[in-house]
C-alpha cells in the first residue's frame, strides 16, 4: 500500500497544502509545532476514519474556519484509491473513489496505517483500555467483521448497563437474558479475532524485540485465558458467565465480564513490563509490537501498509536508530523529526520540510 498525495485544507494548522510522496521512506522535518504530527495524523484518519489524538472529529478543523477536507490518491495490490473526507462541526462525509460511503466500516482496509508515537507508551503503562484500543483499531483494519461485532457488542453493553440501573430489580431479571443472548453472540467473535490476532503477533513481537536488543532481553505476550474454543462455544461460556454474575452486575450497576474488561499482559525477561520495565525497555517493547502490526497486516492483506513514525528518533538510541531504519525498508514510511540529517544513515528518502502549517522548498529534496 502506498499514499502517493494528500490535500489538506483547514485541517489543524493547514490552511491548504498538497504532499507528494515516494513509496519508501519519507521524512517529515521541521522545528515543533509547525504541522509534522497534524500531517502524519490526517493520513492515519483517512486510513481508520479515527484519530488518535482527539475525541471529537471538530478538533481537527482549522481555528476559524467551518470545515476541513483532507484527500488521499492511493495505490493498494487492487488498483488506484481515491479517500475523501470532509469534516464539518457536527459531521462528516467520507468518499471513497468519489462515491460517498455510510458506514465506517466500508473504510477500513482499503490503506491500512500503522501509527507509532512516544505516546505509544500507554501500550504498556497504562491500564487495559490501552492495550484494548491497540487490539481492536488493528484488527478492525482487516477485519470488517470484528469492527461490526465491535460496534454491536458496545452498543448493547450500553444498554445492558443501563438496564443494570433500573431500580426495578424484577424487570431487569427478566430482560437481562434477551440482551445476554445477543452480547455473548457478538462478544466470542470479538474473543475469537483477538485470540488470532495476538497468536500471529506474539512471535513477530518477539522477534523484533531481540532485533532491538540484539538478543538482550526476550519479549513475551500473554493474553487472557478466560475464554477458550470456537465461537460456539465462547458464547456459551460467556452466557453462563454473565448468568453467575447477575448479583455483582446489579450491586455494581455494570457488566462484569466480557471482552470489554479483558487485557493482555507483557513481559521483558520474564518481568511484568508494565511493573517493572524501564523506561527506555517499555520504548524498545512497544517499538517491537508496532513493527510486528505492520507484518501482520502483510500476512493477512497481501501488502505492508503505510508505516507512520511520529517523532519516534529523539526517543531512540544510536544503534536502535540504525537498526529502525535498516528494518523499515521496502515499507512506506512517514516519519517526523527535527533533522533528517540525524536520522538517514545513508537511506534514501523523500525530505519535506515543514514551516508553520506549509511545506518549503528544501535544498536537497532527496538525499
Avoid at 512516544?118 to 491500564?127: A, S, T, V
Avoid at 493474553?223 to 461460556?237: N, R, S, V
Avoid at 453467575?244 to 471482552?259: H, I, M, Q
Avoid at 517523532?311 to 536502535?320: A, C, Q, W
Wanted: glycine content about 6%.
Amino acid at each position: 500500500m502506498q499514499i502517493k498525495k494528500l490535500f489538506l485544507q483547514n485541517f489543524r494548522n493547514y490552511e491548504r497544502e498538497n504532499f507528494i510522496f515516494d513509496e519508501g521512506l519519507n521524512i517529515l522535518f521541521g522545528k515543533n509545532a509547525q504541522g509534522k504530527t497534524n500531517c502524519a495524523e490526517a493520513v492515519f484518519y483517512l486510513c481508520t476514519g479515527s484519530s488518535l489524538r482527539i475525541r471529537h472529529d471538530k478538533q481537527l478543523i482549522r481555528m476559524g474556519a467551518t470545515s476541513a477536507k483532507i484527500v488521499a490518491e492511493a495505490q493498494n495490490r487492487y488498483g488506484n484509491v481515491t479517500i475523501e473526507a470532509e469534516i464539518f462541526e457536527n459531521k462528516r462525509e467520507i468518499k471513497i473513489n468519489g462515491s460517498k460511503i455510510s458506514k465506517n466500516a466500508d473504510l477500513m482496509g482499503h490503506i491500512n496505517s500503522v501509527f507509532f508515537s512516544p505516546g505509544e507508551l500507554r501500550l504498556i503503562q497504562d491500564g487495559p483500555d490501552e492495550r484494548r484500543r491497540f487490539m481492536n483499531m488493528s484488527i478492525s483494519q482487516t477485519s470488517p467483521a470484528y469492527y461490526t461485532a465491535l460496534l454491536r457488542y458496545n452498543k448493547i453493553l450500553d444498554q445492558r448497563n443501563a438496564l443494570l440501573k433500573n431500580p426495578d430489580v424484577s424487570l431487569v431479571l427478566d430482560t437481562l437474558p434477551v440482551w445476554d443472548e445477543q452480547l455473548a453472540k457478538y462478544a466470542s467473535v470479538i474473543v475469537k479475532k483477538r485470540s488470532e490476532f495476538l497468536e500471529k503477533l506474539a512471535p513477530y513481537a518477539a522477534d523484533f524485540h531481540a532485533f532491538l536488543t540484539d538478543g538482550a532481553e526476550i519479549l513475551t505476550l500473554a493474553p487472557d485465558k478466560k475464554h477458550e474454543g470456537d465461537e460456539q462455544e465462547i458464547a456459551k461460556t460467556l452466557l453462563r458467565r454473565l448468568t453467575n454474575n447477575y448479583e455483582k452486575d446489579l450491586r455494581l450497576g455494570f457488566t462484569t465480564v466480557g471482552p470489554h474488561r479483558d487485557d493482555v499482559d507483557f513481559f521483558i525477561g520474564g518481568i511484568d513490563a508494565k511493573a517493572y520495565a524501564s523506561q527506555g525497555q517499555t520504548r524498545t517493547a512497544a517499538l517491537a509490537v508496532k513493527l510486528a502490526e505492520v507484518e501482520i497486516f502483510r500476512e493477512y492483506s497481501g501488502e505492508y501498509p503505510v508505516l507512520i513514525l511520529d517523532d519516534v528518533m529523539s526517543e531512540l538510541d544510536l544503534p536502535r536508530r540504525k537498526k529502525l531504519i535498516k528494518r523499515i525498508s521496502g515499507v512506506q514510511t512517514i516519519l517526523t523529526c527535527t533533522h533528517a540529517e540525524r536520522v538517514l544513515y545513508g537511506a534514501e528518502s523523500r525530505k519535506i520540510r515543514i514551516e508553520n502549517g506549509r511545506v518549503k522548498p528544501d535544498k536537497e529534496e532527496r538525499k
